[in-house]
């Protein structure tokens, strides 16, 4: 018997919302072309859901007796400017725009309107160590981690 079940990874995020998956579901299908896999519904409530995006599956239920608690997920796209803006046509509130960092990946960071915490990243250098080594001392790359880092979760 697999330990992890095929079409999982040993990591698989759960975003739990008071009673909004539905519609949560319908954004993040729209904004990352993902698929829905299935889910359980009862008298308007979802139990469970599964969506997948990308190679990877994020699960998804209501629960009306938890507070709001945001997920802080982290993806890889292949246009992070392209998901951004598919996101904020659906009401997400950008948090960084697009910005290069040292390491080779641009970022892109946004707010789902249910109060998640999208990463969203593009590669766009394969630098190497060496090079990395240098680049994070860059003037330009200082004030990309700057900015990225002193970025607000909810902006005033």
Do not use: C, K
Not at 25 to 48: T, Y
Not at 82 to 92: D, I, P, S, W
Not at 98 to 118: A, I, K, Q, Y
Not at 134 to 145: G, I, L, T
């Amino acid at each position: 018997m697999q330990t992890v079940p095929t079409g999982y990874h040993t990591v698989t995020p759960w975003m739990i919302s008071p009673n909004g998956t539905a519609a949560l579901i319908e954004f993040v299908v729209g904004v990352f072309d993902a698929e829905e896999l299935g889910r359980v519904e009862a008298e308007g409530v979802i139990g469970h859901a599964e969506v997948r995006i990308g190679d990877s599956v994020v699960m998804m239920f209501d629960n009306p007796h938890w507070p709001r608690t945001p997920a802080f997920l982290r993806l890889y796209v292949a246009d992070d400017a392209e998901v951004l803006r598919r996101a904020v046509a659906r009401g997400a509130a950008i948090v960084t725009e697009p910005t290069e960092l040292f390491w080779g990946d641009r970022v892109s960071r946004f707010r789902d309107p249910f109060g998640n915490l999208w990463w969203i990243h593009t590669r766009v250098a394969e630098p190497t160590e060496e090079e990395m080594g240098r680049r994070m001392n860059e003037p330009e790359f200082v004030r990309a981690m700057a900015y990225v880092q002193s970025a607000e979760f909810l902006p005033q």
